[in-house]
């Protein structure tokens, strides 16, 4: 891609799915103060516990270990951070206004096999001095992390490139599952979802619980591997999590499980499952809502 291109230099971005101003100039990271990277590195911890925390929240609960920070800062360091309150409201989780959003598919549906839904999402991971992005696509039936890849920004094309991986080393699933984000709503997510004949489906907004399993690997990754081992750069966190995500697959037994472990659930078909609770269904019918809990209830 660039200006020696037949294709004018718009229709070359809509194609890649990046920006234009990408083609304009090297990105330079700009550097983060400590006391930036301090409050990082709580608003993360916050998060991974309270993903519900808009920047209001977080303010007040910052305020409550005795760090004055405003709204205006709280909103700054969480957008550079790629966190967004999981509830309803005005500008969170914004998906890209020109990518088509799918519906969600799996209200009511019995996760049954490997292969049958995977999900993907991206988390934001704390350096001593700076930060990254990882994402991950696991297989939801038993739970296995299929393939991940860290980067520094939140282009596309990292996405793409896990996404690739996973197809080449375990087949196709039948349902992928994603957010709204502008990576997975890209045409060059996308398309490499519709060349496989996969089918696509997307997280509601503002509900959390559609992506459920994502959430709860996020909270293991960075609880028993991330906030212990405290990386300091890109090259130390591509050796931890790759040892770390060899434990967890192969290694870590899950209670939901059966206490086998995601590979072993993986390989066999035994243990894993997952039943995905039609609420609204539930509702309309004047049945009881049920709880957070039993939106996800391993079979």
């Not at 808009?54 to 303010?59: D, E, K, L, T």
């Not at 997510?189 to 992506?211: P, S």
């Not at 997952?274 to 957070?292: H, L, S, W």
Request: hydrophobic share 35%; net charge positive.
């Amino acid at each position: 891609m660039g200006p020696s291109c037949e294709l004018p230099l718009v229709r070359q971005c809509e194609l890649a799915g990046v920006s234009r101003a990408w083609t304009y100039g090297q990105r330079h990271a700009c550097p983060v103060g400590n006391e930036d990277l301090l409050l990082c590195g709580l608003i993360d911890e916050a998060c991974t516990q309270r993903p519900f925390y808009g920047s209001r929240r977080m303010v007040v609960h910052l305020s409550g270990l005795g760090y004055a920070v405003n709204r205006k800062r709280m909103q700054r360091l969480m957008r550079h951070m790629g966190l967004a309150g999981m509830a309803p409201g005005p500008n969170t989780s914004k998906p890209h206004p020109q990518h088509r959003i799918y519906p969600y598919l799996l209200r009511g549906v019995e996760v049954s096999r490997p292969n049958q839904v995977w999900g993907t999402d991206i988390t934001y991971v704390r350096l001593a001095r700076g930060f990254a992005y990882l994402v991950a696509i696991m297989d939801w039936h038993s739970r296995r992390v299929l393939s991940w890849r860290i980067s520094n920004s939140m282009e596309a094309a990292f996405c793409v490139d896990c996404l690739e991986d996973a197809l080449r080393e375990h087949g196709r699933p039948e349902i992928f599952n994603t957010d709204q984000g502008s990576q997975f709503t890209s045409d060059a997510f996308t398309d490499v979802l519709k060349r496989e004949g996969v089918t696509i489906g997307m997280d509601g907004r503002g509900r959390c619980l559609d992506n459920v399993f994502a959430e709860r690997l996020w909270r293991n990754v960075k609880h028993e591997d991330v906030y212990l081992k405290g990386y300091g750069n890109m090259q130390e966190l591509m050796l931890g999590l790759t040892e770390y995500f060899a434990y967890y697959n192969d290694g870590r037994p899950h209670q939901a499980l059966g206490y086998r472990t995601p590979g072993a659930a993986y390989a066999t078909g035994q243990g894993g499952g997952a039943i995905i609770v039609d609420r609204f269904g539930k509702e309309e019918t004047g049945q009881r809502r049920p709880a957070a809990c039993d939106v996800c209830a391993p079979a």
